[in-house]
Structures are given as structure tokens and as C-alpha cells.
């Protein structure tokens, strides 16, 4: 990827205006099949800007320590380990990061 359409897939990312994914809803935040109150607290952490930080700090933690996994990075950063759960899959659909899983290893996040 060159490096403009990443840095035009980190500005969408990051304003809150992602592409849409197949499965999930980067805009809201939460699955379209999610109840109505996980979709208003993932409109709430949009708004608030809450959102735009916690996929900032999960980027920068797999730039500085890549190939960590999620508990990993949890544990050298300020996110927990369900936040970057919900983080590291949304920056991997933006082509900034990439997971890698190798038999019974956890899952591995890699910056691109």
C-alpha cells in the first residue's frame, strides 16, 4: 500500500469516518446484530472522542511493540485487554496493522 492511501486510511480512521466493513460497523462501533444499548454507548464514545484516542493509543502500542498479543500490549499500555480486543480488528480492516496466528500460538499484531 502506498504510503498516502495509508496515511488516507489513518486520517478516515482516526475522524471517524471509516470505510464500511463487511461485518462491522467501524462508524457506530458496534455489530449491526448488537442490542440498541451497545449501539448508543458506541455512538456515545464516538461523540466523545473516546473512540478516535483508544485506536490511537492501540496503534501507537503495536508500533512501538509489534508482535505482541492483545493481553500482551494490555499490559504495556493504558488500554485493557477488551478495548484493544475491539481496537486491533478495526485498525487490521484499515490496513494499518495485520494479525498473525500460527497453530496453537495467540493471535500476533504487526504494524504495516
Known sequence: MSTERA????LRLFDGQPSPPLFHDLEAGARKT???????????IEKSGVLRGQRKLALDLVK???GKTSKELSQLGTLDRYQLARRLPELALEKLIKRTEHQAEDCRWWPL
Open 64 to 66: 512501538q511493540y509489534p
Open 34 to 44: 448488537d442490542p440498541q444499548s451497545s449501539k448508543r454507548a458506541a455512538r456515545e
Open 7 to 10: 496515511q488516507l486510511n489513518m
